[in-house]
């Protein structure tokens, strides 16, 4: 009885083991990632089981060629390298990654069943430098210009965006084209505009965005030259010329081709006098301003454009005249004039007086406008006389009056001092026989 129970439980262990191991191999599966590598690079595959009971694992390619089986390499590709390997995980790297790498990679779990797991490998194509054609220097201004760029190799199909000044121009036209080997695009971009002188100099950028070019564009540039006729403007030394003076006109010319030595000319003929007015490269030089400079200046400057010009009128003014303050000394060159004039609003008396300054007695010097002198003297010499002939009326007519009391009075007086006393009402009008001296 012992041995038969002995034998039961041999039977039914093996059976109870497989039942357990069944149950194990369900709860493990291996995980994988999908891959993205850029043409040229390195692809890690990775393939991860949590629970492994010491089962084996194996990479395979699109083709399902087996690449790895454990640590064992089965493919000759020196391209293909082990990177780790264990019963959790194994992992292989491929180097120098083509385009034709790219597919569904698989991992395999020898359990019972098998279980797999499917990683995609992406391989970008990285875009060529972009060209730029259509340019052919130099360019008219106001012509119209077409610029294409283009670029080949990329996967997916690259970007092309365009910038003058710094600033993106929107409005161009996109073309994308699949090449031979049906995985990578040619792209081309063409942008149309008419240029015109704020253009020279300028750089047109064409820029490729690709993300396989890690944040870092391809760009082509190309330096625009415009040519265009000469702009003239001419500008003065000084804004308010004075005769005397100096002056110094400049023709400030810009073209491209740079314009040739300008030329100068008064009222549409040559320069009247080459002696004062004297041409320096784009100057004018008037060496001592007189009325007979004023007219229209013209300034014209030519290149192999064309030809421009601009005009100046000049206006000599008159140098002003300024009174400088002096002291005058009593001398037989200077005359003094005082006049006394009574103002008949107010108790007191205010005295003016003139002071003339010959103008003789600055020989050699800047002196004052002798017409403003002369019309002081001759206002001093007609007050001077106006005052004299009031003077006299006054004078002339209270000696009358007293010569009409003291005759009233001599009729009945024995002399001259008895008929002033005896004079009629000299004690009421005695104000009147008072005599006024100035």
């Known amino acids: 009885m012992f041995v038969l129970f002995f034998l039961c439980n041999l039977s039914l262990e093996p059976a109870a083991a497989s039942k357990n191991k069944l149950k194990g191999s369900q709860g493990q599966f291996p995980l994988t990632q999908n891959v993205t590598v ?29 690449l790895y089986f454990d640590d064992k390499k089965a493919l000759r590709d020196n391209r293909i390298e082990l990177v780790r390997a264990s019963w959790h995980e194994l992992s292989i790297s491929v180097s120098d990654v083509s385009l034709s790498d790219e597919g569904q990679y698989t991992c395999s779990l020898f359990t019972m069943p098998v279980k797999t797991s499917k990683a995609y490998l992406t391989v970008l194509g990285v875009p060529e430098k972009p060209q730029i054609s259509g340019f052919s220097s130099p360019v008219m201004e106001g012509d119209l210009m077409q610029l294409t760029c283009k670029t080949s190799g990329s996967k ?30 040619t792209v081309s971009s063409t942008l149309d ?12 950028i064409c820029r490729v965005d690709h993300e396989s070019l890690n944040a870092t564009p391809q760009v082509a540039m190309q330096v625009l030259e415009i040519h265009y006729t000469p702009s003239v403007k001419i500008i003065p030394s000084t804004p308010f010329p004075q005769e005397g003076q100096p002056l110094i006109l400049t023709c400030e010319s810009k073209g491209k081709p740079l314009p040739e030595p300008v030329l100068w000319t008064k009222d549409g003929g040559e320069l009247p006098d080459p002696d004062r007015m004297v041409v320096s490269g784009r100057e004018l030089n008037i060496l001592f301003l007189n009325k007979t400079d004023n007219g229209t200046y013209r300034c014209e400057a030519t290149n192999t454009i064309g030809q421009s010009s601009a005009e100046y009128v000049l206006i000599v003014h008159d140098v002003p005249n300024t009174l400088l303050p002096t002291t005058i000394t009593p001398s037989l060159t200077t005359a003094t004039v005082t006049t006394t004039v009574a103002i008949t609003t107010s108790p007191t008396t205010s005295a003016t007086t003139s002071s003339i300054r010959d103008p003789n007695a600055l020989a050699g010097q800047t002196g004052p406008d002798h017409a403003l002198i002369g019309g002081i003297v001759a206002v001093v010499v007609f007050v001077t006389l106006c005052s004299i002939f009031l003077l006299g009326r006054y004078l002339a007519r209270h000696k009358g009056t007293y010569l009409t009391n003291e005759a009233k009075g001599a009729e009945d007086a024995p002399d001259a001092d008895t008929a002033i006393i005896n004079a009629e009402g000299s004690q009421v009008n005695a104000e009147e026989k008072k005599e006024y001296f100035i």
Do not use: H, M
């Open 38 to 66: 850029v043409e040229g690079g390195t692809a890690i595959l990775t393939c991860r089981v949590d629970q492994n009971d010491n089962t084996s694992l194996q990479w395979s390619n699109p083709a399902q060629q087996t």
């Open 193 to 204: 505009f008419r240029v015109d002188r704020s253009d020279d100099g300028v750089a047109v």
């Open 156 to 185: 997916p199909a690259a970007d092309i965006r365009w910038f003058k000044n710094d600033k993106e121009i929107k409005d161009v036209k996109y073309l994308k084209e699949e090449d031979a080997n049906r995985k990578t695009f």
